[in-house]
């Protein structure tokens, strides 16, 4: 079977993909991960095959302009819904159905298909659909924003699923817009997506369908108390750390003296956003008292804010969390995908900062699960972190919650165990397809 991972290119996006890629190579199929040119050495450095495609997209480029600090004083509240990206009407996934409108989804659906899907997926759809008619996969992965993928696998016939890396809150939006739009008079009931990507697949000589927007089906990491879920066909797979390129250090190797507590905000932050959006000199301070060793990542960007490191610091500029995690009391975290599961994995609470995206919707289901704590970003201070720490680390009911969650991480299908079901799943969708267009042919 030949299997195609795509993702517009953002480095995490693609680390949620490794495992599973990695597990379809060992099992003796064909892979491939197509993006953006500026992605190429971060998967060919995870032992992958790269196919570059199209050019680089403009969408960190464009998001600069709005988090210069002259921007942030003349427009402080587009500066801070930028730095938090606040992705409308994504942030209005957890709102009650009922009280949702039109009025509420469309335009901000509008403004995001033009602002991000468009912008993201523009530059490389041609060159992914030529590359697949030359390789003709059997099964497209893509991640939820990168339609590319998508309309690829409907060109040439392809089974196609996403791949979740965080809650799905793509589905349930789109879900939500079209039983409104149902009920909208037939002059006022646009569908920005679907035409745009009607436009694209026509282009191409095919025809828009649903799954070009939510797949065949769509694989989802998370345990269920985190999850957020549509009426569709969602197949599960146990989260499995991973990530990049990694070296375990010296100090690392001997068992630490005191409680070991993490203190890292992603990569997200420096590479796209202009910086972490809480002062780590405030955080680590209000910590320095505590009888605990600290080991914060911070980016060597960001390393010149720091006035002084207190004597429980060791500040670093990466280590793998999956070798750093797992000789940890708690951590203090973004609340990203990528780390967030990798504490829930090692079963360590966390003190969640959470700033952007779907980071808050994450931080809230784990804190209403018991398993940590959480404040937001923006409002965060050195001492409510500091209280935050000193609860995960004297309260033993924060394991206790945390531990049912990573139990059902390890206990739903590795990515080598669902190697065998995508295999009767891509044989089902490529017949499926097949006898779809045979029909439509007569």
Same mark, same amino acid.
């Given at each position: 079977m030949r299997v195609l991972?795509?993702?517009?290119?953002?480095?995490?996006?693609?680390?949620?993909?490794?495992?599973?890629?990695?597990?379809?190579?060992?099992?003796?199929?064909?892979?491939?991960?197509?993006?953006?040119?500026?992605?190429?050495?971060?998967?060919?450095?995870?032992?992958?095959?790269?196919?570059?495609?199209?050019?680089?997209?403009?969408?960190?480029?464009?998001a600069n302009r709005f988090l210069t600090r002259r921007y942030a004083e003349l427009n402080p509240e587009v500066h801070r819904s930028v730095r938090e990206a606040r992705v409308l009407?994504?942030?209005?996934?957890?709102?009650?159905?009922?009280?949702?409108?039109?009025? #509420?989804?469309?335009?901000?659906? #509008? =403004?995001?298909?033009? $602002?991000?899907?468009?912008?993201? =997926?523009?530059?490389?759809? #041609?060159?992914?659909?030529?590359?697949?008619?030359?390789?003709?996969p059997d099964l497209v992965i893509w991640e939820p924003n990168s339609y590319a993928g998508s309309i690829a696998a409907r060109v040439v016939g392809a089974a196609h699923a996403r791949l979740l890396w965080g809650v799905d809150v793509f589905a349930v939006t789109r879900a939500r817009l079209l039983r409104l739009r149902d009920g909208r008079p037939a002059d006022d009931r646009a569908d920005v997506l679907g035409e745009w990507l009607a436009e694209q697949l026509g282009a191409h000589g095919a025809d828009f369908t649903e799954d070009v927007v939510t797949g065949h089906f769509t694989i989802d990491q998370l345990p269920s108390p985190l999850r957020?879920?549509?009426?569709?066909?969602?197949?599960?797979?146990?989260?499995?750390?991973? =990530?990049?390129?990694?070296?375990?250090?010296?100090?690392?190797?001997?068992?630490?003296?005191?409680? &070991?507590?993490? %203190?890292t905000l992603g990569v997200t932050s420096t590479e796209g956003f202009g910086g972490y959006g809480v002062g780590v000199q405030d955080v680590l301070d209000s910590l320095a008292d505590l009888d605990i060793e600290i080991v914060a990542t911070v980016a060597d960007r960001e390393r010149h804010r720091?006035? $002084?490191?207190?004597? =429980?610091? &060791?500040?670093?500029?990466?280590?793998? %969390?999956?070798?750093?995690?797992? $000789?940890?009391?708690?951590?203090?975290?973004?609340?990203?995908?990528?780390?967030?599961s990798t504490s829930l994995y090692y079963g360590v609470p966390p003190m969640s900062l959470p700033e952007r995206f779907d980071e808050p919707l994450l931080a809230r289901r784990v804190a209403a699960h018991g398993a940590g704590l959480s404040v937001h970003m923006s409002e965060a201070t050195g001492e409510q972190v500091r209280a935050?720490?000193?609860?995960?680390?004297?309260?033993?009911?924060?394991?206790?919650?945390?531990?049912?969650? &990573?139990?059902?991480?390890?206990?739903?299908? $590795?990515?080598?165990?669902?190697?065998?079901? %995508?295999?009767?799943?891509?044989?089902?969708?490529?017949?499926?397809?097949?006898?779809?267009?045979?029909?439509?042919?007569?």
């Open positions: 991972f795509t993702t517009y290119a953002v480095k995490t996006h693609f680390q949620a993909m490794v495992p599973l890629a990695w597990a379809l190579r060992n099992a003796g199929h064909e892979v491939r991960v197509a993006s953006q040119p500026e992605l190429t050495d971060v998967i060919t450095g995870a032992g992958l095959t790269a196919v570059p495609v199209g050019t680089d997209h403009a969408l960190w480029r464009t009407p994504f942030d209005q996934a957890d709102t009650a159905p009922e009280r949702l409108t039109w009025d #509420d989804l469309a335009p901000a659906y #509008d =403004n995001l298909v033009r $602002s991000w899907y468009r912008v993201v =997926n523009g530059t490389m759809v #041609d060159d992914l659909v030529d590359f697949a008619r030359h390789w003709r957020m879920t549509a009426d569709l066909h969602y197949v599960r797979m146990g989260y499995r750390p991973y =990530n990049g390129t990694a070296v375990v250090p010296r100090w690392l190797w001997a068992p630490p003296e005191r409680p &070991r507590v993490a %203190l720091l006035r $002084s490191v207190p004597a =429980n610091t &060791r500040v670093v500029p990466s280590v793998p %969390l999956h070798a750093l995690l797992p $000789s940890c009391a708690a951590a203090i975290h973004h609340a990203g995908f990528g780390t967030l935050g720490v000193q609860r995960l680390l004297a309260e033993p009911s924060f394991r206790q919650r945390i531990a049912p969650l &990573r139990a059902e991480l390890l206990a739903l299908p $590795s990515p080598a165990d669902l190697v065998a079901r %995508l295999e009767e799943l891509a044989a089902g969708y490529r017949t499926g397809v097949a006898a779809a267009r045979r029909s439509a042919a007569l």
